[in-house]
C-alpha cells in the first residue's frame, strides 16, 4: 500500500446521507474485446471464496486476521454470521484479484460505509460502488445482481485491478481512475486514511 501514514483524510463529504453514497463513479470507457473478455472471464470464475492453505500457520495467520477484524467491523455489521461471509469474501477476491486487502477495505469504508445497498447519486451500487455500465460491459447485464455481496466485491476487485494495470501498478493513479478523479488527491488519501483502520500484520 502506498504510504499511507502519511496521507490524511481531509474535509470530505463522502456520504450522502442514509442508504446513498457519491464516491464511486468510474467513467465508462471503450475497452478493447481482448480486454473485455479477460474481465468478463475474471467475473465469471464461480470459484467459491473459501480460503485454502498451504500450511497450518498460514491458516492460524488467517484465523488471526479474522478475528481482529471482525471485532473492529463489529458496530458497522452487528451480525456475526454476516460480518465473518463479508470479510472471508473480501479476503478471497482481493488475493484472487492480487490487491491489497487493507487498501480494498479502505475503499469499501469509503465506498459505502460498508452498507451492502448504498447507491451514489450517480447510481454506482454496493459495498464497492460499481457502475451499472458494468454489468452490461463485462457481466451479464443484469446490474440488480451488483447488490450480492461476492458479485460487488468481485466487481470492485476485478475492476480496481484493471486500473493498477492500466496504471503500472500505480495506486494513487488507478484510485483515482477508480472514483473518475483521476490526478486529484481526495480520493486516494480518503482511502489511505480509511485503510489505516484496517491494517493488521497478518493481511
Known sequence: ???????GLGS???LAGPGSAWAGRQAEEPLADSVRSVLSAAIAS????VPEFSDIEKRLAHLR???????RLKKRKPDFQTRIEF???????TRRAGLDTTLV???IQVESAFRKFAIS???ARGYMQIMPFWARLIGDGD???LFNMQTNLRFGCVILRHYLDRERGNTYMALGRYNGSRGRPEYPNAVYAAARNWVHPDA
Not at 486476521?65 to 471485532?71: A, D, I, P, Q, T
Open 1 to 7: 500500500m502506498t504510504s499511507a501514514g502519511a496521507l
Open 121 to 123: 447519486r450517480v447510481g
Open 143 to 145: 446490474a440488480s445482481r
Open 87 to 93: 470479510l472471508q469474501t473480501v479476503w478471497y477476491e
Open 105 to 107: 477495505l479502505g475503499l
Open 65 to 71: 486476521w479474522l478475528g481482529v477484524m471482525s471485532e
Open 46 to 49: 464461480s470459484a467459491p471464496p
Open 12 to 14: 470530505l463529504g463522502l
